[in-house]
């Protein structure tokens, strides 16, 4: 049986953040979302600020992860799972490019309607695509640590260890 206390700090951290990111994709889905509504919540330029937080905020939580973060951890526990680790940390910067390519796209969101709908849609899609990230994430975790970030309880995500 492994001992898992040298990891749980790691983890309930990596839940926290995960949370906080995720509060913060409804909260940039939602300005989005309002852009368009007829009280017209937010402008483009205000979407675009919005979703510069969002960058900025994924930016510093994938480089925590890259600098010797526990998914380094997780490979030396577990070095099967060394290519997921490093295909999860190749989409960083993809997932960072889509953010980059929804900021611009929110510049001009206040052209048409159109354009604020295809905004949604490509920011929608982020979304199943930072999930689909974060499930990839989950499960290097659990080979190497036998933890599960991703469990929900009420809607949010918890803390689970495989002992």
Known sequence: MRDYSECRPYIEHLVSEHRRLNSLLRQTRASIVGSGSPD????????????????????????????????????????RVSPDVRRIETEHVELLDKVKSLIAQAAHC??????RITLETAFDDFCRQI?????AENEVLRQGFGANVNGEENGQPTLILDV
């Open 40 to 79: 017209r919540d937010a402008s483009g330029a205000e979407v675009a600020a919005v979703l510069q937080r969002l960058y900025d905020e994924l930016a510093h939580h994938f480089h925590e992860e890259e600098e010797g973060g526990g998914l380094d951890e997780a490979v030396s526990r577990c070095p």
């Open 110 to 115: 206040e052209a048409s309607l159109q354009e």
């Open 131 to 135: 999930r689909a990230h974060e499930t």
